[in-house]
């Protein structure tokens, strides 16, 4: 068969759409073959759509430098034009599709965690002397990895460090700091000391430290919006001691027994903290925080 220009020209073009067709359907294939959930996401998310997963949705976006210059507003937890040109700004400053989506995909949702979940919070007290009403500091360090248990620190008004303490604040299964149940946000919360919670063996016996409000980093993004009801506290653990890991929380940290009651004794014999009748979780909060605690990730 001979071919003029003008056929060949033809056949050269419907062999190259049709091989674009073919590796854009292969790819949107496997793109329809990731799934929902993606913690803290669990749906699709396009124009229109309004919630809480919408609202975290934006907060993670503002957080690239290629949204910086959009006019987000994320109180509302609306997806509106503004969002979708935020969104498609995010896809092309990453390099993540030539085509950017203006929905919202599992996997989409993953690059996006990926890039924007860390909040990059640093403690930067050291020795400030805290502002008033806050009498006293809980610090923890955290890693990625929060199977790894690490030191909390408790410091009074003026930065001395008055006790160290073993504390672990890992979520249920591997749900991340944005999703109930799961790891402990890092950031800064003012928090309080409240009388013992009602069931010793899921919270221990001694009195509790509530985080209260979120002030800075992702618990600012999730406390108490999203999420609640966070403690150092300790538990009477089945087959547990001191020398094996403690059991995952539902987003607390949890500590020792022995220094869960020291940390209250040294906060009302020491600091003249007063452990207030304890709320059970309940919002708005009537009392004044007396403390403030800081959760930073390690690098």
Same mark, same amino acid.
């Given at each position: ?7 060949? !020209?033809? !056949? ?27 913690? +803290? ?17 934006? =907060? ?6 290629? #949204? ?17 040109? #935020? ?61 790894? =248990? ?16 073993? #504390? ?5 299964? @591997?749900?991340? =700091? ?12 003012? !928090?309080?000391?409240?009388?013992? =919670? +009602? ?36 538990? @009477? ?5 001191? !020398? ?7 987003? #607390?940290?949890?500590?020792?027994? @022995? ?26 909060? +009537? ?13």
């Amino acid at each position: 068969m001979q071919f003029t220009s003008l056929s060949l !020209f033809l !056949f050269l073009l419907f062999l190259t759409t049709f091989l674009s067709f073919s590796f854009t359907t292969k790819n949107n294939h496997k793109l329809n073959n990731q799934q929902w959930p993606v913690y +803290p996401f669990t749906r699709t998310l396009q124009l229109g759509d309004k919630g809480n997963d919408v609202f975290l949705f934006q =907060e993670l976006l503002i957080r690239s430098p290629f #949204c910086k210059h959009f006019n987000l507003s994320t109180s509302e937890g609306i997806f509106d034009k503004s969002t979708e040109h #935020c969104f498609v700004a995010f896809q092309l400053g990453n390099k993540l599709n030539q085509s950017p989506s203006t929905v919202l995909t599992p996997t989409l949702a993953n690059d996006l965690l990926t890039l924007h979940l860390s909040d990059n919070y640093k403690d930067t007290f050291n020795k400030t002397v805290l502002p008033n009403p806050y009498k006293y500091r809980v610090y923890i360090p955290v890693y990625k990895n929060r199977s790894i =248990e690490t030191t909390g620190r408790l410091y009074d008004k003026y930065g001395n460090l008055l006790h160290q303490f073993t #504390c672990r604040t890992h979520g249920q299964q @591997e749900f991340n =700091e944005l999703t109930t149940n799961g790891n402990t946000p890092t950031g800064l919360y003012s !928090f309080d000391l409240n009388t013992p =919670e +009602p069931d010793p063996k899921e919270y221990g016996p001694y009195d509790v430290n509530r985080a209260v409000i979120g002030l800075k980093g992702n618990a600012l993004m999730v406390y108490p919006k999203i999420r609640s009801g966070i403690l150092l506290h300790t538990g @009477e653990w089945d087959n547990w001691n001191k !020398f094996k890991p403690m059991p995952n929380s539902h987003g #607390c940290v949890h500590a020792h027994p @022995e220094d869960i009651k020291k940390i209250a004794e040294i906060l009302k014999n020491q600091l003249g903290v007063v452990a207030h009748e304890n709320t059970l979780g309940k919002y708005p909060y +009537p009392y004044v925080s007396q403390g403030l605690l800081s959760i930073e990730l390690q690098n």
